[in-house]
């Protein structure tokens, strides 16, 4: 199976001005599996650049009177296949729960998008404990078919402090022995073009950040 490489912009690239400017420098083809997650406003521009689309998320309900809501029903009609929820900035930021973000993940997979779901403990944390209540509760009467884990220690995302490859192998180990069936498993949390391939034996795949929106270095890392 290739190996699939996620990049999630967050709100960082915030104009068609330097999307042009990004695939004036980005191009070509992997032999992976390229996954771009601009901002929702920008999706459309990423329709024609030949690589899969995701949401950075999306709301719970299918359709309704919910001002400003992203729904997954809007998201898969522009063409979107993925779409990340459960990331620990939602969490923090925006206090989502797994009890949301599990309502979530059920109208997202309703709708037929594979789901990167994101779990990670945060530093001081037993990181079985927090995996273990984020895996039951976020997956709680779930179909795991369209299930991506991406496992992302909180500490290490944004700091340049990226998981030793070694520490989050085990860490990947535990989450499948908890799942009990296999499911793609990626890393994430300060990857860039030098370590990226210390993941990549053990790993499905990669979900990148910061180094995302540089397309010098992430060419370098989905080659
Ligand atoms: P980072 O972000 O690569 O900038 O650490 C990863 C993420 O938040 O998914």
Request: one cysteine or more.
């Amino acid at each position: 199976m290739k190996k699939l490489i996620i990049a999630n912009w967050k709100a960082n690239i915030t104009s068609r001005d330097e999307i042009s400017q990004y695939f004036s420098i980005f191009g070509g083809e992997f032999a992976t599996d390229v996954v771009f997650c601009p901002s929702f406003v920008h999706l459309t521009d990423l329709i024609d650049k030949g690589y899969k689309l995701g949401g950075q998320n999306c709301f719970w309900e299918e359709k309704g009177a919910y001002t400003g809501e992203i729904t997954a029903l809007m998201l898969k009609d522009i063409g979107c296949e993925y779409v990340i929820l459960g990331h620990s900035e939602r969490r923090n930021n925006f206090n989502e729960t797994d009890t949301i973000i599990n309502a979530k993940i059920k109208q997202a997979i309703a709708q037929g998008l594979k789901v990167v779901y994101c779990i990670g403990e945060n530093k001081g944390q037993d990181f079985q404990e927090i995996i273990t209540n984020q895996l039951e509760a976020g997956l709680k009467d779930i179909d795991l078919t369209n299930i991506i884990i991406a496992y992302e220690p909180v500490w290490a995302i944004g700091t340049g402090d990226n998981c030793n490859p070694e520490i989050a192998k085990q860490v990947k180990q535990f989450i499948l022995e908890k799942i009990g069936k296999d499911v793609s498993v990626i890393y994430g949390g300060s990857v860039n073009s030098t370590n990226a391939k210390d993941y990549l034996n053990d790993f499905d795949g990669l979900l990148v950040g910061g180094s995302s929106c540089d397309p010098a270095e992430f060419m370098k890392i989905c080659s």
